[in-house]
């Protein structure tokens, strides 16, 4: 591939994903500023390797694979300070009545604190796009086994989120 091929390439990478990859690697890390430096160690390592992507259609998971490989070096050259992530704003809620901001910090909330084993596979859904195969691939499980944890993370969440919804139902009556 010639170096302008490979440079158009890339530049429609990054024009594509660049931020799939940032909200992805908030999610991931919680830290804008550190998100931002994983998606630019993701497409440095994604200029040099740029030759070794066959399939366009396979871009996304592959970029996704980097990024969760930078992350986890993160953690092998320094322990990132943990915040909690409704430290950060991700989306303008400026525009958002009261009552949505606070539906959309309770299901931040009740995603975040979803095991790993199933947060990760459903984020990677509802943030990232991915199919089931998709994810499979990316976690290295069955296909079987990611519908198994979307499902349970789903009714975890569920459950989460009804168990927050009574607790705030119950508080409003006390204080009638």
């Known amino acids: 591939m010639n170096q302008k091929a490979r440079t158009q390439k890339f530049e429609g990478l990054a024009n594509e994903?660049?931020?799939?990859?940032?909200?992805?690697?908030?999610?991931?890390?919680?830290?804008?500023?550190?998100?931002?430096?994983?998606?630019?160690?993701?497409f440095l390592r994604a200029w040099r390797a740029i030759d070794r992507l066959r399939d366009d259609k396979a871009?996304?998971?592959?970029?996704?694979?980097?990024?969760?490989r930078e992350f986890a070096r993160t953690f092998e050259?320094?322990?990132?300070?943990?915040?909690?992530?409704?430290?950060?704003?991700?989306?303008?809620?400026?525009?958002?009545e009261p009552e949505n901001r606070a539906e959309k910090r309770m299901l931040r909330?009740?995603?975040?604190?979803?095991?790993?084993?199933?947060?990760?596979?459903?984020?990677?859904?509802?943030?990232?796009?991915?199919s089931c195969k998709e994810i499979a691939d990316e976690l290295g499980i069955s296909r079987s086994a990611v519908m198994t944890q979307l499902f349970r993370a789903r009714h975890k969440l569920k459950a989460v989120l009804d168990a927050d919804d009574s607790e705030q139902h119950d508080n409003v009556h006390e204080l009638s």
Do not use: H, N
């Open 17 to 42: 994903y660049s931020d799939d990859l940032y909200r992805f690697a908030v999610w991931l890390c919680k830290d804008p500023t550190l998100a931002r430096d994983l998606v630019q160690e993701t």
């Open 59 to 68: 871009a996304k998971g592959w970029l996704l694979v980097i990024l969760r």
């Open 77 to 96: 050259r320094k322990v990132p300070e943990i915040r909690d992530l409704d430290d950060y704003v991700i989306a303008a809620d400026d525009s958002m």
């Open 109 to 130: 909330q009740g995603m975040m604190s979803l095991e790993p084993k199933y947060r990760e596979p459903l984020l990677l859904q509802v943030i990232g796009g991915f």
